[in-house]
């Protein structure tokens, strides 16, 4: 299968805050892979980098075998942790802006998921709730039928609840054959979607694995994560 | 991809100064009555609002572009204008483009203001405006008025001045507010875009009114004509209304278009979003 991403002896740092320290490793097509790590350890760092945020690096980094930039932006679907819509914008706004720059973008289909989200197309998004907003990011994501989907902590500010629909969305609405990368710490809620991990500590990729080969001693990614970070949870 | 970039920049940015297009639209139709009803009251005081109104016209356009680059580059909102498939030199681009569409619109508004403060003296006072055309032609000034042609050219020297001015000033400001927001700095991005600005946009003016004077490529008018001459900028030449050097001018605005290439390049390499 053809690697979607492919990072080979990545290094970041912030001063003299090293971040990711020789990180490698690649993605094949299709694969769900969970990004895991405490706060700090250089998930949204790895990530800027991959969607092109970040370019002071060093390192390889390839999406589709080309180096981050416009073609690569083209290719991947990108929900960061942060709300990125101006407080102005209307779901409708941001739907015909999303619809505007990236091809692969349902319109149709980003419609009905805002109506079946229960969102006011026209209500500004100010205005709206934080889960709102969540939602609405959400759907702007899924909406794209995207080579390779990031996501950056999607279930950070909801409620258990909706954390399992949000997993189902994901899991429905993600084009086929697609590569979906996803950062989170609740990983509980979310491993059983994952196909592999990788978790990483100090700026390096301590475990990359799939996840069939890490149950196989009979633990849940869960228990592997505590006992890698040494968490007394 | 630039057409869509400038559509939906124009959208975005348009926000900030329609307010104040706004309220002019409202102070002139309200002039408009007081001409038309030959109210005195509502004239005066509209000419005194109109005066206030084109200044902050121009301010509020200058603060807008300013807010609008930094709020959609370097704000959480960078994170769907750096994610967009597109060049960083077509995202800077189409913000030039659009902050100067809405400069040159500000000045012409601003313009129009004036223009329309004049239109009202001018039907206030009645005969004794026309008096001042005869003031003009007992002290002879009116003779040193260039022809028409010479006129016509003199403006589109001057509109060429303004344009490159404009695109000095977008220049120098989206190198400071992007210099701010770089790693080092953008814990501290007001402060050091502000002293960027001020240090760079002071050094080049120096520079720029030095090349003015001392270097041997001016523009000269007399009452019959506008020419280009390979002279320093000189004062009271034979039938010369006035010469002004071009050094300067051309320095500043390929400075500031080297600021823009230079923008770019931090933008694409450089620029580390909070």
Sequence with gaps: MENIITVENLKKSYGRHVVLDGVSFSAEQGQIIGLLGPNGCGKTTLIKILTGLIKDQTGVVRIDNEEPGAYTKSLIAYLPEKTYLPGWMRPIDAINYFADFYKDFDREKALSMVSRFGLDARQRTKTMSKGQQEKLRLALVLCRNARLYILDEPLGG????ARAKI??????NHAENATV?????LISDVEYIFDRVLM???GHVIVDSHVNALRENGKTVEEVFKEVFSYAW | MLGKLLKNELKHSGRYVITIYSVTAAVVAFMAIGILTKV???GVLCSVLLNFVAVAILLVTLIAVVK??????YTNLGYLSFTLPVKCSSLLLSKVIISFFWIILSYVIAGLCVAMVGLNA??????QFSGLFDLLDMSGLREMIPSGATMAAIIAFAVVMILMHILT???????SVTIANTRPLQGHSLLFGLLTFLGSYGVGYAISTKLTYSLPLSVYVTTEKIGLAFEKMSFGGENQLFSFGLGGTLFIALAALGLLFFTGWIMEHKVNIK
């Design chain 2, 169 to 175: 000033l977008v220049g120098f400001i989206y190198f």
């Design chain 2, 68 to 73: 609008n680059f930094y709020e959609s580059l």
């Design chain 2, 122 to 127: 001018k039907a206030q006072a009645g005969e």
């Design chain 2, 40 to 42: 005195t009251w509502i």
């Design chain 1, 181 to 185: 990368l996803i950062s989170t710490h």
């Design chain 1, 167 to 172: 997993l189902e969305l994901i899991m429905e």
């Design chain 1, 158 to 161: 909801v409620d258990p609840a």
């Design chain 1, 200 to 202: 990483i500590k100090d």
